[in-house]
């Protein structure tokens, strides 16, 4: 980005940290930010990584070296390439370690540990690819996820996409089993092709009450809080969440052996606000 677009972006943010509420008062002041306008490994101040296969059955196996920022942009990418497995057991039970030899690599950023937020609005722009086998996702997760486990911690997707559809859901435990809100939009009511080539903004607005999620501005869900009220146990959604950044190859994605590869999810900048009359 240069020096001209610099000062663009900063008026940008600056007007966009304050928006006027009735009455005049500041709603909004932005809290964190992640512009990626400096060339090589993401700030190790704002993100760690995510190691191996994850989660999900999926393909990729996440490592730190498939994350870039270059012209302004963190760049995801996702890549066919084999090489021998080094969590490798024939013994183990584990879908990963069963795996002689991986056949994907990816990247997958983590805020935890670093940039921590309970309510807020959360926003990144970003582009996807939509091609079969990608599976891109900006997402939380709550810090509690090491005490109790998924999906007692509490899950948003606030974007995820797999097989033609873009997808906005809160996942969370209750009474010992998965609940999940999930909407679903097929890209080609979006638009299509030309839609995935263009960036888009998506929006995460969460307080004690409700998660709304958005994109470009229009709700495409919204959850009550209270669904997660359960006596004996703490509400996930009015804990701390951290965010995630990654670009999943194959299980839900589809399967990627006919695509050509890199997949890349690229994100302009991602954005934390909270409300100006929170501490």
């Given at each position: 980005m240069g020096i001209g677009q610099t000062v663009v972006a900063f008026c940008i943010v600056a007007l966009a940290a304050i928006h006027a509420a009735p009455g005049g008062a500041a709603e909004w002041k932005l809290v964190w930010q992640d512009e990626f306008d400096k060339d090589g490994k993401p700030d190790p101040a704002n993100w760690?990584?995510?190691?191996?296969?994850?989660?999900?059955?999926?393909?990729?196996?996440?490592?730190?070296?498939?994350?870039?920022?270059?012209?302004?942009?963190?760049?995801?990418?996702?890549?066919?390439?084999?090489?021998?497995?080094?969590?490798?057991?024939?013994?183990?039970?584990?879908?990963?370690?069963?795996?002689?030899?991986?056949?994907?690599?990816?990247?997958?950023?983590?805020?935890?540990?670093?940039?921590?937020?309970t309510y807020g609005k959360f926003e990144a722009r970003m582009r996807i690819d939509i091609r079969k086998g990608s599976w891109p996702a900006f997402w939380t997760l709550g810090t509690s996820i090491d005490k109790v486990g998924w999906p007692e911690c509490g899950e948003i997707d606030i974007m995820e996409f797999y097989t033609g559809t873009v997808l906005a859901n809160v996942c969370h435990g209750l009474n010992g089993k998965q609940k999940w809100l999930t909407t679903k939009k097929p890209v080609a009511e979006?638009?299509?092709?030309?839609?995935?080539?263009?960036?888009?903004?998506?929006?995460?607005?969460?307080?004690?009450?409700?998660?709304?999620?958005?994109?470009?501005?229009?709700?495409a869900a919204h959850f009550d809080c209270a669904g997660d009220d359960e006596p004996g146990k703490?509400?996930?959604?009015?804990?701390?969440?951290?965010?995630?950044?990654?670009?999943?190859?194959?299980?839900?994605?589809?399967?990627?052996?006919?695509?050509?590869?890199?997949?890349?999810?690229?994100?302009?900048?991602?954005?934390?606000?909270?409300?100006?009359?929170?501490?």
């Open positions: 760690d990584y995510e190691h191996g296969f994850v989660r999900n059955n999926e393909l990729q196996w996440y490592q730190p070296e498939n994350a870039v920022c270059k012209d302004g942009m963190l760049i995801i990418e996702a890549r066919r390439e084999s090489k021998p497995n080094p969590s490798f057991d024939p013994k183990s039970s584990h879908w990963g370690a069963k795996r002689k030899t991986i056949e994907y690599t990816s990247a997958c950023l983590i805020s935890k540990g670093k940039h921590e937020f979006l638009g299509g092709d030309a839609w995935a080539k263009e960036f888009h903004v998506w929006t995460m607005e969460w307080d004690e009450k409700k998660v709304d999620l958005l994109l470009d501005g229009k709700l703490d509400n996930a959604f009015h804990k701390p969440h951290y965010i995630l950044l990654n670009q999943a190859i194959g299980s839900t994605g589809g399967d990627p052996s006919k695509t050509d590869f890199p997949v890349r999810l690229e994100v302009d900048w991602v954005r934390v606000y909270q409300r100006a009359d929170k501490p």
